[in-house]
């Protein structure tokens, strides 16, 4: 038995002690035995499968589809202040890590993050970093598939992996939320340009905003005249354009601009006055104000 005070050891680590043949066996062979089994297999475990926080990763150790090589913390503090991270986000790490991403959204954010990590045991070990960094009520790290987990509750994602698996990540990401905040470290979306980008020595990070599915035709009217136009609109990604037909005349948009939910543009009424519009779109609605002539309009919009 393992007294008290002993440490508990390997059995590579035990010596073996001759047997006296001058002693006595004891009657209670068989229960010796059994406690003996139960030791040995006890032993063998906390060899084999040490406990979580003596986990310690090595930088470009090979995980499902990806290496790890750590994010600096000033290239995170950046992506964070990027993305405008507050205590009112939700942030999920995809491909979390050591935690350090959740762990400073938390800390110097004050947000509420979660992990989503391949690895079950770097899974662990970024549970304990949290632990440690006193935010383990803010951070949840949990082992799981990116592809699989659900984190549409995210107003911020942020990512590093590789360009095949951001490209294939895409699509569930503009299907969420119109304005949550997606921050890359090193690698981008493909033809989704960033909106922002910042950089920390040799490594940087891309920044992007969802943006709302607006392309269409949509009836634009004011709500007080129920002056009427149609409003045209293409879209490819964040980038927008289109025109304005008035009574039988077509005028392009000027300075068409969508970040999140938010939309803004320009255009020539058949007065010559320049109207400026910024709506904000709901699925097949918007609603907003055009300024003309300094003074301001409600206005809405309906997609046909």
Same mark, same amino acid.
């Given at each position: ?31 010796? $035995? +059994? !406690?003996?089994?139960? @030791? =040995? ?10 406990? /979580?926080? &003596? ?111 951001? $490209? +294939? !990540?895409?699509?569930? @990401? =503009? ?10 470290? /090193?690698? &981008? ?116």
């Amino acid at each position: 038995m393992v007294g008290r005070g002993q440490k508990l050891r390997c059995p590579s680590q035990l010596k073996a002690r001759p047997l006296n043949p001058k002693t006595p066996m004891k009657t209670s062979f068989k229960p010796s $035995l +059994k !406690l003996a089994t139960a @030791l =040995l297999a006890t032993l063998l475990i906390a060899c084999v499968n040490p406990p /979580a926080n &003596d986990y310690q990763p090595q930088r470009g150790q090979s995980g499902k589809d990806v290496i790890w090589v750590p994010t600096s913390p000033e290239l995170v503090r950046r992506m964070l202040t990027m993305a405008k991270v507050s205590s009112q986000d939700i942030v999920y790490d995809l491909g979390a890590g050591d935690g350090i991403i959740a762990i400073t959204a938390a800390k110097q954010f004050g947000a509420r993050a979660y992990g989503i990590e391949y690895n079950p045991q770097m899974a662990l070990h970024a549970q304990s970093n949290a632990r440690a960094a006193g935010v383990e009520q803010q951070v949840s790290i949990r082992q799981g598939d990116i592809f699989e987990e659900k984190f549409d509750e995210a107003t911020v994602v942020t990512l590093y992996l590789l360009p095949h698996l951001n $490209l +294939k !990540l895409r699509p569930t @990401l =503009l299907k969420m939320k119109p304005g949550t905040r997606i921050v890359s470290h /090193a690698f &981008d979306m493909g033809e989704w340009e960033a909106d922002e980008k910042v950089s920390h020595e040799y490594a940087h990070a891309f920044l992007w905003v969802v943006p709302s599915a607006v392309q269409g035709t949509w009836t634009l009217q004011e709500v007080d005249s129920k002056a009427q136009v149609q409003l045209e609109i293409d879209q490819s990604f964040q980038r927008i354009g289109g025109s304005v037909t008035e009574k039988g005349r077509k005028t392009p948009l000027l300075g068409a601009e969508l970040r999140g939910d938010k939309l803004a543009f320009r255009y020539m009424g058949l007065d010559q006055q320049l109207r400026s519009i910024t709506a904000q779109v709901s699925g097949n609605r918007m609603q907003g104000v055009m300024t003309l002539q300094g003074g301001q309009l409600p206005i809405e919009a309906t997609r046909r």
